[in-house]
């Protein structure tokens, strides 16, 4: 397997994980029966942490898009060097720090994070565009 599929892989998986925490504070909040039901205005609402959880789960789902798309790119171009393993490396390790520190609620980090996980995402798209 290429480097770059085991770090889109991974971090697909991490993605598709990333509601646990918030869905435990669900239940937690709401009880099991509550956690099932449809969502209603009059819901409890979550903590504070969990609220912040599920908007970092959506930006992770969001970005998870592009990222995939790049490595897809590049495996199809057959572009596989440094450049697109560290960008792997660099996406998949920013986006986790990125979910921890959104979750926690630490804003200048939150944003670092994010941009690291950019970079990652860019250092793909320049093997690709060298590789043309």
């Known amino acids: 397997m290429k480097p770059e599929i085991f770090w889109l ?11 646990l925490p918030y869905i435990l504070d669900r239940v937690r909040v709401r009880g099991l029966v509550g956690s099932m039901q449809n969502p209603s205005p009059d819901d409890t ?14 930006n992770a789902v969001e970005n ?13 171009a ?3 060097d ?12 920013a986006r986790l720090a990125h979910y921890i520190i959104y979750t926690a609620g630490i804003p200048v ?7 690291v996980g ?8 320049i093997a690709l565009f060298q590789a043309m």
Do not use: D, K, N
Request: aromatic share 12%; net charge positive.
């Open 9 to 19: 892989a991974i971090t697909a998986m991490m993605t598709g994980l990333l509601f």
């Open 45 to 58: 609402p979550q903590s504070a942490w969990a609220q912040r959880a599920m908007r970092a789960h959506t």
């Open 64 to 76: 998870l898009v592009v990222f995939a798309a790049l490595v897809t790119a590049a495996q199809f």
């Open 78 to 80: 057959r572009v596989s």
């Open 82 to 93: 440094h450049l697109t393993i560290l960008g792997c490396q660099l996406y998949f390790w």
């Open 109 to 115: 980090l939150r944003t670092l994070s994010f941009v």
């Open 118 to 125: 950019v970079v990652g995402e860019l250092l793909i798209a």
